[in-house]
């Protein structure tokens, strides 16, 4: 059975569970739990070391029925979540969410059906990638919001080029797109045994807020051979500690969260009701103290970096306009940091509606008396451009102009070609003159408002509705949260 069998197998399983309430990012939670099991239960046949304690194996829980294993099963997952290592993080606060015995039963005996450890770690790992993109589809669960589009994130890894002794780490991992494709790319170019173990083991190192997304990251390196005991995943804040000098890596690739401004809930002494109040980072190696997330992302990630380590990061547009902080934020990292490339990005290629987004790529250098930013090279993936997330689908071969203007072999090779339209260079004295260092640079004529023939097709104006539909919706739901 092919990878797209299986998953189509397992998923069209999740339809049924919905009529009980199991939403799908639920469903791949549950399933997430139970390919591991089966996963240890192989091993320990195959005569290899299990780290599940011997009552809690798939070989006990696939021999129940009932009550007898929704009771088993529940208990299963509370002891594992209280072990250390890749085991105690794929079961943190793990609960069962299928209350159907039956259900249960039918969902164990399916997986059980398969060897999953005899298919290699690129088909497990296949398999898994698919589960969660249809999660990922799932508008109304909010899971988009952790899935980048893959032509996006490979697209930013050949520019990149993460070599095999290098360490490439993500503090917004969600379920691992980046590390994965980081580590594939890298694999091609091992040449010896230690750089091998170093990638298995040490080369990838990310983080997230989420418990279940942390969850969902490490089943999905354990899936495609990464990790040894401990795992390279960690559940906290990135944002809450100061970056250690032993915790600075060679490149980050990061698709830091969207959406309001970081944010906490409290009870109102005076009114007794939740409040929400902005949430800000008192950190000596930030510029600037705000509640914007996404700011106080680029400024974790510089100081992650080494002396000379790289980043490519997406960032939503007020990043690159937004006054107060935003200026602040602008400012210092083209003057501590070669800020050399920016490419900005079409909509409709998220899941998440409504998301205008760009990708800045900067480099990390030592404390020097003049800014280290030279030039500032654009391209305009966005003017003129149309994606939607099915008629017309972002592919790895639209970014093909992007990759051989960036000349990852050498930078110094760059230049402007009046063939490639959307690729423009802009110098440091003019990127500070302009009004508040406004970074929000575009050029290129929109078709669409000078000439009627080139309005989007129906499709578009629909997807572009639903995006503001979308918009609106979330705005509606933080008033909620906050009334409730």
Known sequence: MSASEIVNKVWNYAHVLRDDGVAYGDYV?????LIFLKMADER???GQDVVVPTEYRWSKLAKLDGDELEVHYRHTLEQLGKQSGMLGTIFRKAQNKIQDPAKLERLIKMIDKEAWSTLPADVKGEIYEGLLERNAQDVKGGAGQYFTPRPLIQAMVQVMRPQPDMTVAD???GTGGFLLAAHDYMAE???H???QIHLKEQALRGTDIVDGVVRLCAMNLYLHGIGS???PIASRDALAKEVGDGDRVDIVLANPPFGKKSSITVISDKTGKAEAEKLTYERSDFWATTSNKQLNFVQHIANMLKIDGKAAVVIPDNVLFEGGAGETVRKNLLERNDVHTLLRLPTGIFYAQGV??????FDSKPAAKTAWTKQLWVYDY????HKTLKQNRLSLSDFAEFIECYQAEDRSKRNESPTIERWKAFDYAELIARDKTNLDIFWLKDESLEDTDNLPTPDIIASEIVEQLEIALEEFRTVEEILV
């Open 29 to 33: 939670e549950q399933i997430t739990y």
């Open 171 to 173: 503090p917004a991992c």
């Open 193 to 195: 045994k230690k750089q």
């Open 382 to 385: 966005r003017t003129n451009v």
């Open 229 to 231: 005991a401990e795992c």
């Open 44 to 46: 320990e046949l195959a």
């Open 189 to 191: 170019l091992v040449t």
């Open 356 to 361: 205008k987004a760009n990708v800045i790529f």
